[in-house]
């Protein structure tokens, strides 16, 4: 089935359900669908349909652990500019919603997305949303916040610290850094860590420990790209890493199968 066909079907059949699980999975699926499966040419396009689907679901929830599944669902697809936009007026009380009051989560999500987006006029949120939530969490959700600002300095410095002996002062810190490095709209900005990242990984999965090197991989692959060169990198480096190194061969080959999904997904939902 066509990933663009199946967001349609998926799209109008969901506002029909009443089973929140199955709700939650459907929602799952169409994020899934419209992150990886369709065309990089529509997926704004795509976003911004299931943006005003979510919307329009959370005006009719009819409880509030349905508000938040499409409250969440909408953060979520906010990916144009102006979806961005009105979300920061939501959580910035600009706008209300009734019966909905974002959560932490949501706020950090929202202006994460807009720092990423380059959108003017939103890095002082980081510190503002900080100064609300001086938690752990707020914390990590403040470093993926500023290491997603699209500034070839920002990324550049943060690249660095990743493996430096202190990194962000903790291995949590640090994966919580790592985490918003890659954004699918900064791909010229990205272009430099594609091969960086290649010709880094096997050094970090042999000197560094398992979680950290998981975390690594899982943040840094530069999976955003959906094409047959990243696929054929990355089976180059599956191709010269020795069997004992088993924990980069298994992410490899989980990677190299995902994006060949995709890949194909993609492929024909252009015919």
């Not at 997305?113 to 938690?135: F, H, K, M, Y």
């Not at 993926?144 to 500034?151: E, G, K, L, M, Q």
Request: charged share 25%; glycine share 4%; net charge negative.
């Amino acid at each position: 089935l066509s990933s663009l066909d199946y967001i349609n079907i998926a799209a109008e059949k969901v506002k029909i359900e009443s089973d929140l699980e199955l709700i939650q999975v459907i929602i799952e699926q169409l994020s899934a669908a419209v992150s990886r499966y369709v065309p990089e040419e529509v997926k704004l396009s795509e976003a911004r349909k299931l943006f005003t689907l979510a919307s329009s679901q959370l005006a009719v929830a009819n409880n509030s652990d349905e508000r938040i599944l499409w409250g969440r669902a909408m953060f979520g697809f906010a990916v144009a500019n102006d979806d961005i936009a009105h979300s920061l007026d939501i959580i910035n009380g600009k706008v209300s919603i009734n019966e909905f009051t974002p959560d932490q989560d949501m706020r950090w999500g929202v202006i994460t997305s807009a720092l990423a987006a380059g959108i003017e006029n939103t890095q002082s949120l980081v510190a503002q949303e900080l100064a609300n939530d001086p938690t752990d969490r707020g914390e990590r959700a403040a470093l993926r916040a500023n290491t997603s600002v699209p500034d070839q300095e920002i990324k550049e410095q943060a690249w660095n610290k990743f493996t430096a002996d202190s990194g962000y002062g903790s291995l949590h810190q640090t994966a919580a850094a790592m985490s918003g490095f890659l954004w699918w709209r900064q791909v010229d900005l990205l272009t430099p860590y594609v091969d960086r990242f290649f010709n880094e990984v096997t050094h970090v999965f042999e000197t560094e420990e398992n979680h950290f090197a998981q975390s690594y991989f899982g943040s840094l692959f530069p999976g955003y790209l959906v094409d047959y060169d990243l696929l054929e990198k990355s089976n180059n480096l599956l191709t010269i890493t020795p069997p004992e190194n088993q924990l980069l061969r298994r992410m490899l080959l989980e990677a190299n199968d995902n994006l060949s999904r995709a890949i194909k997904c993609r492929e024909y939902a252009r015919k």
